[in-house]
C-alpha cells in the first residue's frame, strides 16, 4: 500500500512540475498497461522525454489471463523487460490444455516456454523499469480533453481535485478496449465503440495443485483459463457471453460459480480451492476486434488498438509488439523524418501487418470454440493430427520481431 502511495506522490510531482513550468514533453502517454509501460521506456531508452499518464492506481488486479508467452517473452527482452520480471519468480508454462464440452482433454505443447505471472506484480515491474529509464509517471490522473497546437498537443488533466496544463510533442492512447477516451477538440474521432456481449472476470486462488500448464475449460456461454500465476497461485480468467446466460449474476464469484455449474469438468479441478481476498476484477463490454484501429486521431496501441481473444493467449504480446512499433514510428516522426500523415500512414501499415493475421485467425477460433459441435471437430482433428493443432496455434502468433 506505501508503494502505491509514494508513486502517487511522484505522479504528483510531475504533473506540479509540468504544468507549473508547461514544459513540452517529447510524448504524452494515456494508459500505463503493458502497451504503455512498454512504449515508455522504449522512447525514454532513447532520451526522449515521455509522461506515461493513468487515471487509476497501481499497481492493481486486472481481468487477465497473466499468460506471457512465449512470443511476450521474447518483446520483453528485446525491451529490456526480462531480467527484472525474471528477479519475480514468474511460473513456467509449457503446454496448453484444452478441456471442451465433455470430450477428453487435449495437450498441445507450447512453441516454447511461457511464464505465468499476475498483473500486479507485472505492472509494477514494468513501472519501475519506465521509471529507472527516464520516463515519468503520473497515476492517479485523468486526460480530460486534448487539443492539437501548431508544435504538439495541450493535454488538459486532473488530479485530486485540480486542473492542470501538459504539453507535448506528440501523444498515444493506450487506455485499453473500454478506457476513457479523452475528447479531443478539432479531431472526428473515428472509433465509434460499438457495444459487445461479453464480459471478463478473474480471481485467483490458493490450494489448487497447478502445472506447467493452461488449462482452457469451454462451456455453453464462455470459457475459462486457469493458469499458474507464481508464488503456488493459480489465475481464474474467464470470458462470458451474456446472450447464453439469463439471470446475469452481479459479482466476480456469482460468474464464476456459473462458469463452474456448465463445465464439470472446472467444477472437479476447483474442488477444495480458496479464493485470494482482493483479487477479484471485472471489465464489461470486452470488444473482440476483426481488424486493428492504429490511428484515430492520434496512434492507438494495446488494447485500444486490437484485441485478440483471450483463449489465443497472445494479447500482451500483441500489446508489446505495438508498443515497439509505435517507438520506432514515433522516434523517426520526433526527429523530423516523418510528417504526422507519413508517421500514420507508417504505423498503420506496420499494425496491419503484423496483427490481421493473427485476429483474423483468433476471431475463427472463437466462433468455433462457442459451438459444442465445430469445438468438438476441432478438438477431435487436433488429436488425430497434432500438427494441426500446432498450425492453429502458431496462426494465432506474432511473427518474429521486425529488424529495424
Keep these: 500500500m506505501s508503494e502505491v502511495k509514494d508513486s502517487e506522490s511522484k505522479a504528483s510531482e510531475v504533473i506540479e512540475s509540468d504544468a507549473t513550468s508547461y514544459e513540452t514533453m517529447d510524448v504524452a502517454i494515456i494508459g500505463a498497461g503493458i502497451a504503455g509501460s512498454?512504449?515508455?521506456?522504449?522512447l525514454a531508452d532513447?532520451?526522449?522525454?515521455?509522461?506515461l499518464i493513468d487515471r487509476k492506481a497501481f499497481p492493481r488486479h486486472k481481468v487477465c489471463g497473466e499468460f506471457?508467452?512465449?512470443e511476450s517473452i521474447g518483446i520483453l527482452s528485446d525491451l529490456g523487460f526480462a531480467p527484472a520480471i525474471r528477479t519475480l519468480g514468474p511460473a513456467e508454462i509449457r503446454a496448453t490444455r484444452i478441456h471442451a464440452f465433455g470430450s477428453a482433454p487435449l495437450r498441445i505443447p507450447l512453441p516454447g516456454?511461457?511464464?505465468g505471472?499476475?498483473?500486479?506484480?507485472l505492472d509494477e515491474a514494468l513501472h519501475r523499469e519506465a521509471r529507472l529509464a527516464g520516463a515519468e509517471i503520473a497515476t492517479g490522473t485523468t486526460v480530460v480533453s486534448m487539443r492539437r497546437e501548431a508544435d504538439g498537443y495541450a493535454l488538459n488533466i486532473v488530479r485530486g481535485g485540480r486542473t492542470h496544463v501538459v504539453r507535448a510533442r506528440a501523444v498515444v492512447g493506450a487506455w485499453g478496449g473500454g478506457g476513457r477516451v479523452p475528447d479531443m477538440t478539432g479531431e472526428e474521432r473515428k472509433n465509434k465503440h460499438?457495444?459487445?456481449p461479453y464480459l471478463g472476470v478473474k480471481m485467483h486462488f490458493a490450494g489448487v495443485e497447478v502445472a506447467d500448464e493452461v488449462e482452457l475449460y469451454f462451456f455453453e456461454g464462455g470459457y475459462l483459463g486457469l493458469s499458474p500465476a507464481g508464488n503456488g497461485i493459480a489465475n481464474a480468467a474467464a470470458m462470458l457471453d451474456r446472450r447464453a446466460?439469463?439471470?446475469?449474476?452481479?459479482?466476480?464469484?456469482?460468474w464464476l460459480a456459473l462458469a463452474r455449474s456448465r463445465s464439470p469438468a472446472l467444477d472437479r479441478r476447483l474442488t477444495g480451492a480458496r479464493p485470494v481476498p482482493g483479487t477479484q476484477a471485472a471489465v464489461a463490454p470486452v470488444r473482440l476486434y476483426a481488424k486493428p484501429v492504429p490511428w484515430d486521431g492520434i496512434p492507438l496501441i494495446g488494447d485500444a488498438c486490437a484485441t485478440i481473444p483471450p483463449l489465443c493467449g497472445d494479447g500482451m504480446s500483441m500489446a508489446l509488439r505495438a508498443a515497439q512499433l509505435c517507438a520506432t514510428s514515433a522516434e523517426r516522426y520526433l526527429c523530423g523524418a516523418l510528417s504526422l500523415s507519413e508517421w500514420e500512414e507508417d504505423f498503420a501499415r506496420a499494425i496491419h501487418g503484423a496483427f490481421s493475421g493473427p485476429l483474423r485467425w483468433g476471431n475463427l477460433l472463437q466462433r468455433a470454440a462457442g459451438r459444442p459441435l465445430p469445438a468438438r471437430i476441432a478438438l477431435t482433428a487436433a488429436r488425430c493430427m497434432p500438427a494441426l493443432g500446432r498450425r492453429l496455434v502458431r496462426a494465432t502468433r506474432l511473427?518474429?520481431?521486425?529488424?529495424?
Design 46 to 51: 532513447r532520451g526522449r522525454k515521455v509522461l
Design 194 to 196: 460499438p457495444g459487445s
Design 245 to 254: 446466460i439469463r439471470n446475469a449474476p452481479t459479482a466476480v464469484h456469482e
Design 38 to 42: 512498454g512504449l515508455a521506456k522504449a
Design 117 to 121: 505471472l499476475s498483473r500486479h506484480a
Design 113 to 115: 516456454v511461457a511464464w
Design 399 to 404: 511473427g518474429p520481431t521486425p529488424q529495424v
Design 68 to 70: 506471457l508467452s512465449p
